[in-house]
């Protein structure tokens, strides 16, 4: 009866309290090796008797090439935040024009 709390950390010693105290992680893409810390949050939960597939993975991401959400998605990631910068309408429209192929083909 409560909001999920997220841990938005990459460090290692985040994931630990991913694994015994969150709802789920929100890295910022960039800020680690995505696979070494989802591999280190699966062991983390195992050891804690949780199952790392009820977490709920988001990323904070601007993926610019065709196939990283996929990427992202095989990896266990349930969630891409793409951000926007505060601008005027023109260039956020063109950002969201240049978003709009990846979340056309996303993986659902």
């Known amino acids: 009866p409560h909001p999920p709390i997220l841990i ?3 460090s290692e010693q985040a994931i630990e309290r991913v694994a015994e105290y969150a709802d789920g ?3 910022i893409m960039g800020s680690c090796d995505m696979k070494a810390r989802l591999t280190q949050l699966a062991a983390a939960c195992a050891k ?3 199952n790392p597939k009820k977490l709920d ?3 904070f991401a ?3 090439a065709p196939g990283e959400l996929e990427k992202l ?3 266990g ?3 891409v935040i793409l951000p926007l910068p505060t601008q005027d309408e023109g260039r956020i429209l063109a950002i969201l024009d240049g978003y709009a192929p990846l979340v056309a083909n996303r993986p659902r």
Do not use: D, E
């Open 8 to 10: 938005g950390a990459s």
């Open 25 to 27: 992680w929100m890295p």
């Open 48 to 50: 804690r008797g949780r």
């Open 57 to 59: 993975v988001s990323v």
């Open 62 to 64: 601007a993926p610019t």
């Open 73 to 75: 998605a095989k990896l």
């Open 77 to 79: 990631v349930k969630r």
